[in-house]
């Protein structure tokens, strides 16, 4: 129920870490860590990354929201997330995923940024890493405006990047809240706009 320290070296075996405390907590130290199996299962309170994290094998997400701050956290696979459990792109970091999933619907990134609005990537093969960040605000710059939208757009960005390999992006199935939608959004007239 306390934070995670390390400030030497830590052999993971097959175990399996969880954080469960009623309060706040944080995973860091000198070192960084990489947990076999982490579970996240908290009754109050967040979990910090205050340095680049790794879980060789699952990520559990039951309830409890991860903040990553300026830094990743790279998983194999994860089970859970919810509006109540997710992990928070609230700076830098990303959320990666490696060989990430081509099952036909994809893998599902639990993320958001003061909200879940998760995005599920669907790559050509499994042969690549893919990291996800989510940030606040839809920008029109490369469109030829200047500044945010803020009327007629959902007001969120997703970030999607491929870490490693070489992989396609199938498709990306995107999830938000009403209320992040501007003013004059339209559900049944909405496109995607991609950025490379």
């Given at each position: 129920?306390?934070?995670?320290?390390?400030?030497?070296?830590?052999?993971?075996?097959?175990?399996?870490?969880?954080?469960?405390?009623?309060?706040?907590?944080?995973?860091?130290?000198?070192?960084?860590?990489?947990?076999?199996?982490?579970?996240?299962d908290?009754?109050?309170?967040?979990?910090?990354?205050?340095?680049?994290?790794?879980?060789?094998?699952?990520?559990?997400?039951?309830?409890?929201?991860?903040?990553?701050?300026?830094?990743?956290?790279?998983?194999?696979?994860?089970?859970g997330?919810?509006?109540?459990?997710?992990?928070?792109?609230?700076?830098?970091?990303?959320?990666?995923?490696?060989?990430?999933?081509?099952?036909?619907?994809?893998?599902?990134?639990?993320?958001?940024?003061?909200?879940?609005?998760?995005?599920?990537?669907?790559?050509?093969?499994?042969?690549?890493d893919f990291?996800?960040?989510?940030?606040?605000?839809?920008?029109?710059?490369?469109?030829?405006?200047?500044?945010?939208?803020?009327?007629?757009?959902?007001?969120?960005?997703?970030?999607?990047?491929?870490?490693?390999?070489?992989?396609?992006?199938?498709?990306?199935?995107?999830?938000?809240?009403?209320?992040?939608?501007g003013?004059?959004?339209?559900?049944?007239?909405?496109?995607?706009?991609?950025?490379?």
């Amino acid at each position: 129920a306390g934070n995670w320290t390390n400030n030497g070296t830590f052999t993971n075996g097959s175990d399996l870490v969880t954080l469960d405390g009623s309060g706040n907590q944080s995973i860091g130290g000198t070192s960084s860590t990489s947990f076999y199996n982490l579970t996240v299962d908290k009754s109050g309170g967040t979990v910090t990354l205050t340095n680049s994290q790794t879980v060789s094998n699952t990520l559990s997400l039951t309830s409890g929201i991860v903040h990553l701050g300026s830094n990743n956290l790279t998983i194999i696979d994860r089970s859970g997330g919810s509006s109540t459990s997710y992990v928070s792109t609230n700076g830098t970091g990303k959320l990666i995923i490696e060989n990430t999933t081509d099952s036909g619907s994809g893998e599902l990134f639990p993320v958001g940024n003061g909200s879940y609005t998760p995005i599920t990537v669907d790559p050509s093969n499994n042969n690549s890493d893919f990291g996800v960040r989510v940030a606040d605000g839809f920008s029109a710059e490369s469109s030829g405006c200047s500044g945010f939208v803020t009327d007629d757009a959902v007001k969120k960005m997703w970030i999607v990047t491929r870490e490693v390999g070489s992989d396609n992006i199938n498709n990306v199935t995107t999830q938000w809240n009403a209320t992040d939608e501007g003013s004059s959004f339209t559900r049944t007239s909405c496109g995607v706009v991609m950025y490379l």
